[in-house]
Structure formats: C-alpha cells, structure tokens
C-alpha cells in the first residue's frame, strides 16, 4: 500500500508509515540485533552496479520526450545555496527565481524546494509564500554532523518553528563508520521527533548520508535501511561539501533499498540525489535510472528530488534551445 | 629471414576536432573522407562535425574568454610567437598537406607555410600595439582625463577561408590570429574541402602554451556549422570570410539574418585572391569594442 498522496505530510500518513515500519523497528531494539540486521542485507557486487549505472546512462532522450524530461527534471529541483556567504538577499533571490526559473518564459514549470541553512529559514519562508515552493532546511550541524543531540535537536527545531517544510538532516559518520549503529538510529528518531510542529503535522524528514564518505557500497546500503527504519521520508546522497557527491551507482544503491523498502513494509520513501549534477544529460541519467529501477510511481516531485543549484541554468539554457532552435548563452540566466 | 624487405606499412593519421585543448572525434562518430585536390586519392578521413560539437566548442571558447583576455597583450604575444616557432618545426608535414590541399606543388607549398610562420610573428608583434592605434586619448571640455581603450569583443565564430591563394594555412592563420591576438577566443568553421592542415594546426597550438579554448577547430560541413554559430547565444560576433555559397543556409545572407537576432557583430565575407599579400589591421580591428573612462583630474 503505498502512500500515494504528496508530502506535507498529514498526521494520517504519518500514522500509517510510523505503523508500517514497527514491525521493522523491532530490529533496533538492541545494538546486536540492528547490527545483525544490517550485516543481513545482501552484499553489493560494485563492478555489476557501476555497470549497470553506467548502461542506464546511455539512453538517448530526444524531442518530445526531451522537454519532458527537462520539465519533469526542473520541477524536481532543490534549489540550493549553502555557502558561508548566504544573505537574506541572496536567498530572496535564490526563491524568486524558484518561482519563476526563466521569466521570459511563463509556461516554465517551479522548482520543487529552496534549500537553506536553518537561519535562513524565515527570509525564504516569507519569499515563497503562496508559490507552493517548499522551505527545506538543512539541520543538525549540517554538513559534517559533529554536534552533541541537544544542539542538533534545537537546529532543527528552530529551522521547524522558522516555518521549515523540509529538514534535511546528516547523519554522524563518525559513528555509523565505527559501527555505532543504534546511536544514529536513535538521533534520526529524534530529529524526526523535533520535526514535530506545535499543530501535530511534521516538516518532511530528508536523512543525507554523505556517501562519498562511508566507503564502500555495502555500507550505503545498510545506511540506506537504517535511516529509512527510524524513518526517513526521504533518503539523500550528500552534501554536496565533499569530493564525491552523488555518482550514478551510489544513488542506484539509495534507489534499490527503497524499492525493496516499499516491498518489505509497503512505506514509499523519496530519494534525493545532490551535489555535482550539473547538466541535463546528468539530469536525464538519473530520471532514466529512477523509470528503470522504481518505475512511474518515483517519477514526481514528492519522491524525486535533485539537489542542486547551477543545474537549473543548464536546463533552463536547454529548454530555450528546445523552444526557439538556437543555442542559448550563460547570458541568457541569472547568474546564481 | 628472406632478403627482400618488405615495404612499411604506413601509419594513418587519425585527424581529430580540436575543442577545449583536447582532440576529440566528433560527437556523431562520423568521418568524411578527404582526397588529393590534384590526383583525387584518399588521404584522410576527418570528423564530420556536428552542431553539438559546435555547441561544445562555443561552451569551451566562453570558458576561455576571461583567462585570455586578462592576459596581458606581452603574455599573448609571447604565445603567438611560440605557435609560429611549434609551426616552423613541422614545416615538412604542413607543406605536405597543404600541397595536397590545394593542388599546388611542394616547392610553392612550403613557401605558403613559411608565409604562414612569417604572419603568426607579424600578428604577435600586434598583440602589444593595437591599444595603441585603436585607443586614443580624447581631449574633452571638462576636467577630465578622458581615454579610449580597445576590448575584446569575446567568442567570435570564424568560418575559414575557403578560395584564394594559400588559403588551407596560411589565409586560416591570417583569420584566426587576428582574433585571438586582441584577446578573444574562436570558433573556427574549416573550409570542408581542404581541413587538414587546419586539424594540424590544433595540434601545434596544443603545444604553444596558448590555453584550452582559445582556438577551437571543427571540421565538417559549412551550412551545419555556420549556422549554429551564427544564432548561438554565446556567440558576440562572426567572420564570414569562407562563406561562398550563394543561397540556403549557408549563405551569407541567411547567417547575417540570424546573427542579427543576437546583435553579432559581423565581418561580411571578403574575395580575397591572395593571402601572401601583406594584411592590413582592419582584421584586428573588427572585434574588439572601445571603453570609454572618464577620470576626474585636478583634484
């Protein structure tokens, strides 16, 4: 029974997911046993699946189904900025063109979210008031994760009473890399509790495992299940802070847990590749990977999403090259 | 064992586009095939590029555009100068190709090469000096100093000559390295009958420290190529110069409309039977754009 119906998510939803994965909780009542687990799930045979993900970027997507996909691939976006720079007019900006990414061009679909640091929150709250453009905000000492459970707990929360639809958590590394497994499941739990608004609806839990650091694939896998079992809704790749970001192959990992996720416990939970996509044809590879690997019911702006900022210039350069037949120039975006 | 040598087999050249400061085979995969204007065999196949390679040239000639033309004009010089001396080292295989070319014998051939060299180093020596000739200080009613300075003008498409004495090298070398000494990058069009020794001149600007994208060479056909140029957004001007076919896409007339749309400026083709003649600076002087300061003095 998949959850069909889209984040944000109603008390119901939240109810039914948080019942359907009981029966897996189980599995984190003591470290051994969510050990156990994790060490359970079948091991990733690296050379077949950066074969595979490789054989799936190779489709060609022409014409109609071109802009499509552009259109598909823009309303998914995340648009991001996390810099050390960040002002309230650089993220007003940032919302106003998540409105309206090209305004020469009205039929152009809006991005999915704008996402900030936590004190950035109310400025972008305020800016896309009305648009249907989600505020996600990263939390818990985003981005590496090094903060005791009380300062994470009131990151979040803040960015939650700031008006926050989306938090996106990171997971300590540290941890999970030395095997304490139980402590990361028991902060997602928390986070997600902070999620919690004083109305009993909850901002929409993204858990980023930053994959480039936990090394191997088989390691992304057993993240992928612990997050999605302390319940995440959805599962991301990365920061985008590191040197490697979101590959083909380690989103395809991400992508085959909550495909078997769904059939173990009937719980849809979103994927969110980001960081280092940067063009269309990136963009394409990983919306033909999600069509092959979880079919239609992924394909949407509530499971999907890119983190990402400058590959929206890219699409929106391709989508004025699809319209009027003629390249399209840096010239011709925003420049941030 | 036996005592009759057999003869060495050759080793083809495989010609490659020339994008970014790397050789890379067209986008499509396809080649067409080039003969000797003279005899009409085979030498060569070469790329046939596409409007997306040309795409990609473009994307890399706009990355290129901000190093090159913050470069000072002594530091391009220096550059131009070293193309002139990697293209006098590889004197024989030029002129072997331009002979075949152009269907002219060994002997003119290497003196059109030669030629060539000769005009990269006349075209170094103006990298320092056209601010001079195209800048001015203006005497104005005010108390101000108030000075003229010349700009690049950014990516400029060039489609190559394609008629005229000398023009595989040494008219290719008269069109490109007026654009590029004054600080912009370009995207050249090969003329389709004779691009091999154009594809080889990627491969001595490779080697002449002038950084990736400055120069980008496509071979292929003229009305895919120019006309992707010409309406190209990132594009700021074009040199028409090869452009010879009377109507269709590739004509000039066609290209001048679609540049219009996007304000290029445009160098309207030339007839020009001889490129040993001596060149004026009206090449130089045709993409660069004046900036204008007003400093206050007396203060």
Redesign the interface.
């Known amino acids: 029974m998949p959850t069909s119906s889209p984040p944000p998510a109603a008390v119901e939803d939240a109810a039914a997911a948080d019942g359907a994965r009981e029966s897996l909780a189980e599995v984190a009542s003591t470290e051994a046993t969510l050990r156990r687990f994790l060490h359970g799930l079948p091991g990733i045979d690296a050379v077949g699946l950066q074969a595979r993900a490789a054989s799936l970027g190779t489709r060609s997507i022409k014409t109609t189904a071109k802009a499509y996909a552009i259109d598909l691939a823009i309303s998914m976006i995340d648009l991001t900025t996390l810099e050390g720079a960040d002002t309230p007019g650089k993220v007003r900006s940032l919302c106003a063109k998540a409105m309206r990414p090209d305004p020469s061009d009205p039929s152009t679909p809006r991005v999915a979210a704008v996402c900030v640091y936590p004190d950035m929150v109310p400025f972008a709250r305020a800016a896309v008031a009305g648009s249907g453009v989600q505020v996600a905000s990263v939390a818990t000492a985003f981005p590496s994760g090094r903060a005791g459970l009380a300062v994470k707990l009131a990151d979040t929360a803040e960015a939650v009473a700031a008006g926050a639809d989306e938090i996106d958590m990171v997971i300590d590394r540290g941890a999970f890399l030395s095997g304490r497994y139980l402590e990361v499941f028991e902060t997602i739990r928390a986070v997600k509790r902070a999620c919690l608004r004083a109305d009993s609806t909850a901002a929409h839990l993204k858990v980023i495992f930053e994959t480039g650091e936990l090394q191997t694939y088989d390691n992304i896998r057993r993240a992928s299940w612990l997050a999605m079992i302390a319940g995440a809704d959805f599962i991301k790749t990365s920061t985008g802070k590191v040197a490697v970001n979101a590959t083909p192959a380690n989103t395809l990992v991400l992508m085959e847990a909550v495909r078997d996720f769904r059939a173990a416990t009937g719980v849809q939970v979103g994927v969110k590749p980001a960081g280092g996509i940067r063009t269309t044809k990136d963009a394409m590879k990983y919306l033909v990977t999600v069509n092959e690997v979880l079919g239609d019911d992924w394909l949407s702006p509530d499971w999907f999403r890119f983190g990402a900022s400058s590959l929206l210039n890219d699409l929106l350069m391709q989508r004025q090259k699809l319209t009027t037949?003629?390249?399209?120039?840096?010239?011709?975006v925003t420049v941030d | 064992m036996s005592e009759t040598t057999t003869p060495r087999l050759d080793v083809h050249k495989t010609y490659k586009l020339f994008v970014g400061g790397a050789f890379p085979r067209s986008e499509s995969g396809r080649v067409y095939e080039v003969t000797d204007l003279k005899t009409g065999d085979w030498i060569a196949n070469v790329p046939l590029g596409t409007r997306k390679d040309t795409?990609d040239a473009?994307g890399a000639a706009?990355k290129a555009v901000g190093g090159w033309s913050g470069a000072t004009a002594y530091n391009r010089g220096q550059i131009l100068y070293r193309a002139a001396e990697m293209l006098q080292g590889r004197r024989e295989q030029f002129a072997a190709e331009v002979a075949a070319s152009e269907g002219i014998s060994a002997r003119k051939a290497a003196a059109l090469v030669e030629a060539a060299v000769d005009r990269w180093v006349w075209y170094a020596g103006w990298t320092d000096k056209v601010a001079q000739i195209a800048g001015s200080a203006n005497p104005v009613a005010g108390p101000y100093f108030n000075l003229s300075t010349p700009e690049p003008t950014g990516v400029v498409g060039v489609v190559a000559p394609t008629r005229g004495n000398g023009y595989s090298l040494l008219g290719l070398v008269s069109v490109i390295a007026p654009v590029i000494a004054t600080g912009n990058t370009a995207v050249v069009a090969l003329a389709p009958e004779a691009p091999l020794p154009g594809l080889s001149l990627g491969e001595v600007l490779a080697t002449s420290d002038l950084p990736g994208g400055v120069v980008n060479l496509i071979s292929g056909r003229t009305e895919d190529i120019a006309p992707?140029l010409a309406?190209?957004?990132?594009?700021n001007a074009l040199d028409l110069t090869g452009v010879n076919s009377p109507d269709g896409p590739g004509s000039a007339r066609a290209l001048e409309t679609?540049a219009a749309?996007t304000l290029k400026r445009v160098r309207r083709p030339d007839v020009n039977d001889d490129w040993t003649a001596a060149q004026g600076t009206d090449r130089l002087l045709a993409f660069l754009e004046t900036k204008t300061v007003w400093h206050p003095m007396g203060i």
């Open positions: 037949g003629r390249y399209s120039g840096p010239d011709y | 795409r473009v706009r992707t309406s190209h957004q990132d594009v679609l749309d």
